[in-house]
């Protein structure tokens, strides 16, 4: 009974390590993916108040965007 327990204990660390690591993994995706997305939104919105959403640099910018989203959806 003693050796059960430990077994199920050594189990559920190892078990409780996996998880808390790929958390951790996922967490650093997804402040990649903010960060990238918002440094996008960001130029954008200076681009805009700069009066220059009819330029190619901001059309680019859409364009980085949607491929940025797209690929963010497979993830």
């Known amino acids: 009974m003693k050796r059960l327990s430990s077994v199920i204990l050594v189990s559920l660390l190892f078990i ?3 998880v808390f690591a790929q958390n951790q993994q996922i967490s650093a ?3 990649s ?3 990238t997305d918002q440094g996008i ?3 954008l919105i200076q681009l805009q108040q700069q009066g ?3 330029t190619l640099e901001f059309k ?3 364009g980085e965007m949607k491929t940025q989203d797209s690929i963010n959806q497979k993830k």
Request: glycine share 0%; charged share 40%; aromatic share 12%.
């Open 16 to 18: 409780f390590q996996s």
């Open 29 to 31: 995706e997804l402040d």
């Open 33 to 35: 993916i903010w960060k």
């Open 41 to 43: 939104r960001m130029e």
């Open 52 to 54: 220059k959403s009819n």
């Open 60 to 62: 680019d910018l859409i």
